[in-house]
């Protein structure tokens, strides 16, 4: 687990949201040296913090897959739904 | 010949002059009947109308077809229905096969049906259904074959028509829901000729993206049962079945099923809710971070308590196995002390001066003795 820890906010919030259980759940297995927990806890403290910020400034990513001039798929930014609820006529 | 009858009986057919001779009602009604019997075997579709069952003396079926204009009656014998292959029911579009027939003593026409098969929807439903049954034979709807969708996908392909409303429908859902959840629209016709074939390309390009999508949404609006036969399509059933993604189909609306949605991994009433299904809403995940840090203080604080009543513990042990030894030790200070040397240093002195005063005496005591031999010898 302490292996290749990467900057938090280069993960994934999936990975970020993986690590972050695999910590609670080492902690709470309460086997770890407390210099590790301390350490882990600051991590998973780090990972929170980072996670809840994702959730506040979460922005919609859309792409669409188009067929390139030579026949390969390619992935072109596309637009995000519409944020206005009004109706359009 | 009489211009007028008395009688009010009909004119006897003996005029033959004027070759306007009237029929009885039994040779027009016969001449009818061998007409309709001169008639070929028919094969007529029609609308079943009016129809409640074989009739519960005779066992035969009674009722109409129908179409826009007309309308007949139609008979099937208790031994011809025995042989069918489906119920009837009113609305069925169904192609009926026998001959017309006269009832001599009503002069009713009926259409007598030898044989009936379903028609239009009704067959193509019929064979949707026989499509689906070959499927589940083939264990494609089995949920032990079917892959498991993450609870939050992040990474959604979404394989629909792009000119359409619902993939509108699925970017505001999933924007409204959960922002995080990052969507790659691949385009691909949705009905019409060649749209299963558009659908399984879709697909497999959608599977082919790098890094691969967590599911793919194959989603439809709406429509007609025909609209929505694409999805019904063997080929395409297939390739839902066969895809490495796990696909999550939402494909018309609440009462609709098709094969596609039999076989996929998930199976959605409708776009908006198969784009829900993906992703957990955003305040859920801000309550598993709350639940999360919750867990997380909870478990250092346990592991600090812990730790600080191990150190307590060992204190307490080293406070009581030092003060044993240091007990011992004053123990031992205090026996040395206790000895007499220590205690009353002039007894040393003492002792010796004792020892001295015997010597003392005794030599007093031996010298008088030898002076008194001495003196006396």
Known sequence: MATSKKNVDELTYKEASTELELIIRNLESGDMELEESLESYTRGVELLRSLRARLEDAEQKVSVLLKDVDGTDKLVAGEAADTSDRLSF | MPGWNLTGTAPRAQGASEGDEALSVSQAVEMAASALDALPLLTVIGEVTGFRGPNARSGHCYFQIKDDACAVDCIIWRGSYAKRSFELRDGMQVQFTGNFNLYKATGRMSFVAKSFTLAGEGLLRQQVAALAEKLRLEGLCDDARKLRIPVFCTRVAVVTSLSGAVIDDVKRTLRRRNPLVELICVGAKVQGDGAPAELIEGLARAAAIDPAPDCILLVRGGGSFEDLMTFNDEALARAVASCPVPVVTG???????????????????????????????????????????????????????????????????????????????????????????????????????????????????????????????
Do not use: K, N
């Open chain 2, 251 to 377: 494909i018309g609306h609440e009462p609709d099923t098709s094969i596609c949605d039999m076989v996929s991994d998930r199976r959605c009433s409708t776009p908006t809710a198969a784009a829900e299904s993906v992703a957990p809403a955003m305040s859920d995940l801000v309550d598993v971070l709350d639940a999360r840090e919750r867990r997380m203080v909870t478990a250092l604080t346990g592991t600090v308590r812990a730790a600080s009543s191990d150190v307590a513990a060992l204190r307490e042990r080293a406070d009581r196995a030092f003060g044993g030894y240091m007990s011992r030790l004053a123990m031992a200070l205090d026996a040395a002390a206790a000895r007499p040397c220590l205690r009353d240093p002039a007894w040393m002195v003492d002792r010796r001066l004792a020892d001295l005063e015997q010597s003392a005496d005794r030599l007093g005591g031996a010298a008088a003795r030898g002076g008194v031999e001495r003196g006396g010898a």
